[in-house]
């Protein structure tokens, strides 16, 4: 609905590639923005809300411009990373100099003690005794950390996410044309891949990921981050995929999280003619599309500067949204008796409702709703559909 709509058709009419193709790249750069501004709740007896992130999954033929067709949609989120981090260099650098100094005076501090220790006088004691004071209060005023946005990637491990998210911005979007290097890359190989599973599983839900190393110094815990993928990927390989994992990726719940299309190509269709080649494409939608996407990255940096995404707001449902996406979840499990459209497939139909509700909240934060205003039946059953 609205101003996406609007920009994926005139991508489509610009690019010449499958609608669902368009969609996929506009879907996961909505997701990357809006991930890191709300979260929702569609079922308000839950505890736990569900973030805006999702997991876009596009078959088709190199040739069907996916690249083309994420320029058109995450250009602003790059030009407004490098922008935001050009504004930012001068807290970077005097960042970079507190820390050096704080390490050198934790160092300092740390060897007073071990010679203290070594010594055992009394005075040298006192020393220790105050080098440790000193030290306590370093720890408790390690200077606060500056995070620079950089919220895309087209090639990373597992555990290159992991990191990502947590060293440098905590909201990111596997975003690429070339699913080959994520479905096939070492981290998705049979003896890694369920660990994987879980982790993107997660990462999807918002909920904490434990890294465990060799070295307890290594481990670490992430919280308060948002993941989204946006890939698309060629038949040969999706299905190598799935006889090597497919029985782990559904079982894991890993594949019910997917968004999936799998369109008809434009291929021999996408004939072109000087005149329209020299004469400017008229992209009002796509220009409000950036507009409005670059006033939600603005408040996911606000609401992620500190490293994390804690304390988002939860997006509710107008009573006629609610009533919409109930009938949608009742009709979804309806299906899964014997006899049903998805008998047997619960592990990989269960999920959706809950992706309607993401999309329901992204297309209402989109179009201009507030994360105080509730969910309408309109936006709802846009969504659904």
Known sequence: PGIIGGAIREVVEIVKCPHALAANSALSVLATACQGVANIKPNPRLKKPSPLSLIMVTIGDPNER???????FSEEIGEWCDTKTQELDPELKKYKA??????????????????????GDPASLQKGKEAHDRLIWLEQNKPAEVYAPKMTTKDATPEGIANHLRNKWASLCNLSAEGGAV???????????MRNFSRINELWEGGKQEVTRSSDDDSFVITGVRFSMGIAIQPALIREFFETNGSGATGSGFFARWLLSFPDTTQGTRFEDVETLLTEAKTPNIEKFRKQLHGILEQQYTNGKGGKFDSLPTL??????????????????RELIAGGEFEGEGKIAGKNPNNAARLAGLFHLFNGGDVLDPISGETMKAACK
């Open 183 to 193: 479905f096939g890359g070492h981290g998705m190989a049979k003896d890694k891949a």
């Open 316 to 333: 509710q449902l107008s009573r006629e949204a609610l009533e919409i996406w109930v009938k949608y979840l009742n009709s979804v499990e």
């Open 66 to 72: 996916k690249s083309a067709a994420d320029d058109f």
């Open 98 to 119: 507190d820390i050096a100094n704080w390490n050198a005076q934790k160092r300092g501090a740390e060897k007073a003690i071990e010679n203290a220790a070594s010594k």
